[in-house]
């Protein structure tokens, strides 16, 4: 039973990037997913979460209107669409199965110029 996350990387501000968390070991399409990310000297924070069909989604009110969280529940991944980034992005993300307490290792991302 796990979760990994890819996709981070280095990204100027204003630019993109796509996270990818792939899912093993449980029947993924039945659990809602979140987003969590921390920054240096901060507490964790959820992102963004999604229902298990996909229908409903919610976002932190720093993140709403840049990100978008998404999953296909026949490939067992759930992504999370980072447009516009800010350097206050900066932090390692990581996917979570709130319902099973199970998190993924993370995937630094740096928004910097």
């Known amino acids: 039973v796990q979760l990994v996350e890819s996709g981070g990387g280095l990204v100027q501000p204003g630019g993109s990037l796509r996270l990818s968390c792939a899912a093993s070991?449980?029947?993924?399409?039945?659990?809602?997913m979140q987003w969590h990310r921390q920054a240096p000297g901060n507490e964790r924070e959820l992102v963004a979460s999604?229902?298990?069909?996909?229908?409903?989604?919610n976002y932190a009110v720093s993140v709403k209107g840049r990100f978008t969280i998404s999953r296909d529940n026949g490939k067992n991944t759930v992504y999370l669409q980072m447009n516009t980034l800010k350097h206050e992005d900066t932090g390692v993300y990581y996917c979570?199965?709130?319902?099973?307490?199970?998190w993924g290792q993370g995937t630094q991302v740096t928004v910097s110029s």
């Open positions: 979570n199965c709130a319902s099973k307490n199970l």
């Open positions: 999604i229902s298990s069909s996909g229908r409903w989604t």
């Open positions: 070991g449980f029947t993924f399409s039945s659990y809602n």
